[in-house]
Structure formats: structure tokens, C-alpha cells
């Protein structure tokens, strides 16, 4: 067991001007080759975590002002043929590529291929950026090339539909420090290469070309997430989640019954509720607010019912559980 990210790189640990060159060194060997142009290079501060999952390739990186240059001599000497997807967790930069440039935010998702020359630049003052790279083979893509190129280096806001989908799954593995077996990067890198599939499909209006399975992992997906975000409204339910997918209500319990490992759309709605709950019944700064304002917060109006369910997922009442999970006093 170990976690997804390992550290890879941190600047702090070596003398002030040593860091570019070793920047240098780490990136070209855990993305690629890049010419860097750093203006307070005895300033710079950068971190590195990366992990390889089955040929997919994910980075989070933080990184001091600077421009970086992939240029047609670099890509001669040295070319793994990835897309390489990026998602700007903190700070603003600039990419560019041929005649196409676009001013990346945070929360913005972006595209571009280690076989084409691209420039990116940083501006963060005295901060630093945050940003998750992910690249993986242009082979493991079943969509045209030539249409994908169409899309590259363009600003992509990850706010809604499938952008968000990437965006919040990309958030969460750079956030994760959990223990994780080999098989669980496997699949991982399963869901990375649909979602990434899909993501490029729904940009250049490809959605036919990508495999069926590839679609409805990915509308689960969003089905999931969708649920996620509306565990506060008591109406919510297979009928409700059914009619907000334009989909009928046999089909989204045949993908549950695909997707879901032995959850049911009701079954799951309950045991997201149930997890919210019980994560704010621990949270010291709730624990004034009453037991059962807390549960109908999360969709649960009806108290006993509540206190069933409760009890039936996790062995004790919700005041004994909130209770146990008090921290003791010194």
C-alpha cells in the first residue's frame, strides 16, 4: 500500500542556486523537456508529485513565475507522442501555441500535445502556481488527431457538465494521500482515459467516435455528481435524478446496476446522505447545531426515519456517534 502521488521534488531542500537546474532535470524526466526562462532564478520555489498508473501519467506541480518553451528542437530530440491535459489549481498563466493563446484561471482545464511546440507563462508575483498535469498516449485516445488539434492550447472553464466532472476528479487525486494498492491505479487510469476520452469527444463533437462503454462510465459519472450536489433537496430520487439526465428511469437503473457495485440509485442517495451527516456530527465546529437540523440539511425531514437509517448503516444512535466522536478534554 502506498499513496497515488509521490514526492518527487521540492525545492526547499536544496540551495537556492541549485533549484533551476534540478527543476530542469525533474521535469524533463517526469513530463517533458522544456526550456525555461526563470528572471529570479535565486528565488524560485517548485514542488513536484507525480505517479505513472498504467501508462497515464499525473502530476501536480507548484511552480514560481516563469515561461516555458517546447520547441520543435526539443520535440526532434525527445518525443512520447501524449496529450497532455492540465487543470490550474491556483494562479493565472498563458499558453500559448501557434496563432491560438489563452489566459488560464483557476479552475480552467487546457489541452495540448508533447508533438506540437507550445509556450506557457506564469506571472504570480512573490506567490507560487498550482496545477495538475495529466498526459497520457495519443494512442490510448480513439478520436481523430486532426480534430483534437482543432481544441489545443484553447481555454476550457471547468464549471459545468463533463469540464467539471474532469475538473473535480483531477482536484481530488491531487488531493489524495490515502493508501492505495496497485490495482487501484490501475483502474484509475481506466477512469482517466474515459473521462478524458469523453471530455475531448463533447469539445469537438465527437461523442459517436468514442466507445459505448467509455459514454455510459462517464454518464454515471455525472449521474453520480449530480447526486452529490443535491443531497440537500428532500426531493431527490431515482424519478427526479432520471428526468434531470433525459434518460427513462429503467435505463439509469440498468446503469447503477452496471456501475455502481451493488448500490441502487435509492440505496446510494441514502448512503451519500448518511456519510455528509455523520462527517458533520464529528465536525467540532457543529457541535451546537442540533442532531436533527443537521439531517435536514442533507435531506433527511423526518427524524426517526433518519435515526433508523442511522443506526442501520453505522451500529449506534447519531447523538451516541456525535458523543464518541467528541474529542476528549486534556
Not at 106 to 114: A, I, N, W
Not at 124 to 138: H, K, L, N, W, Y
Not at 274 to 297: C, E, G, K, S
Request: aromatic residues 6%; proline residues 6%; positive net charge.
Amino acid at each position: 500500500m502506498s499513496t497515488m502521488l509521490k514526492d518527487v521534488f521540492d525545492s526547499q531542500g536544496l540551495p537556492a542556486a541549485d533549484r533551476v537546474d534540478a527543476w530542469r532535470e525533474i521535469t524533463a524526466g517526469a513530463l517533458i523537456p522544456n526550456e525555461f526562462i526563470i528572471d529570479r532564478a535565486l528565488e524560485f520555489r517548485a514542488s513536484l508529485r507525480a505517479a505513472d498508473l498504467s501508462g497515464v501519467q499525473v502530476t501536480a506541480l507548484t511552480y514560481a513565475s516563469m515561461t516555458s518553451r517546447r520547441t520543435p528542437r526539443l520535440i526532434r530530440q525527445s518525443d512520447p507522442e501524449m496529450y497532455a491535459v492540465g487543470l490550474i489549481r491556483r494562479g493565472r498563466q498563458i499558453i500559448a501555441r501557434g496563432r491560438c493563446e489563452s489566459a488560464l484561471e483557476t479552475g480552467d482545464l487546457v489541452v495540448y500535445c508533447t508533438s506540437r511546440p507550445y509556450r506557457a507563462e506564469v506571472d504570480v508575483g512573490p506567490g507560487t502556481a498550482a496545477s495538475v498535469v495529466v498526459q497520457i498516449p495519443r494512442a490510448m485516445v480513439p478520436l481523430p488527431s486532426n480534430r483534437v488539434e482543432r481544441v489545443m492550447a484553447a481555454r476550457v472553464p471547468g464549471r459545468e457538465g463533463v469540464d467539471l466532472l474532469l475538473a473535480g476528479f483531477l482536484t481530488n487525486l491531487a488531493a489524495d494521500t490515502g493508501p492505495h494498492r496497485f490495482a487501484d491505479g490501475q483502474r484509475i487510469s481506466g477512469v482517466l482515459t474515459d473521462l478524458i476520452t469523453a471530455w475531448l469527444a463533447h469539445h469537438i463533437d465527437a461523442d459517436d467516435r468514442t466507445p459505448v462503454e467509455t459514454r455510459q462510465y462517464v454518464q454515471f459519472a455525472e449521474i453520480q455528481n449530480f447526486i452529490r450536489r443535491h443531497l440537500g433537496d428532500a426531493a431527490l430520487s431515482p424519478v427526479t435524478v432520471a428526468a434531470a439526465h433525459h434518460i427513462s428511469l429503467r435505463t439509469l437503473h440498468r446503469l447503477f446496476h452496471q456501475h455502481a457495485h451493488g448500490f441502487t440509485v435509492a440505496s446510494y442517495i441514502r448512503h451519500q446522505r448518511l456519510a455528509r451527516i455523520r462527517r458533520d456530527l464529528a465536525d467540532p465546529r457543529l457541535a451546537t447545531r442540533p442532531v436533527h437540523a443537521i439531517a435536514a440539511r442533507w435531506g433527511f425531514l423526518r427524524p426517526d426515519d433518519f435515526t433508523r437509517a442511522f443506526r442501520r448503516r453505522y451500529g449506534v444512535t447519531p447523538g451516541d456517534y456525535r458523543e464518541q466522536a467528541r474529542p476528549s478534554k486534556p
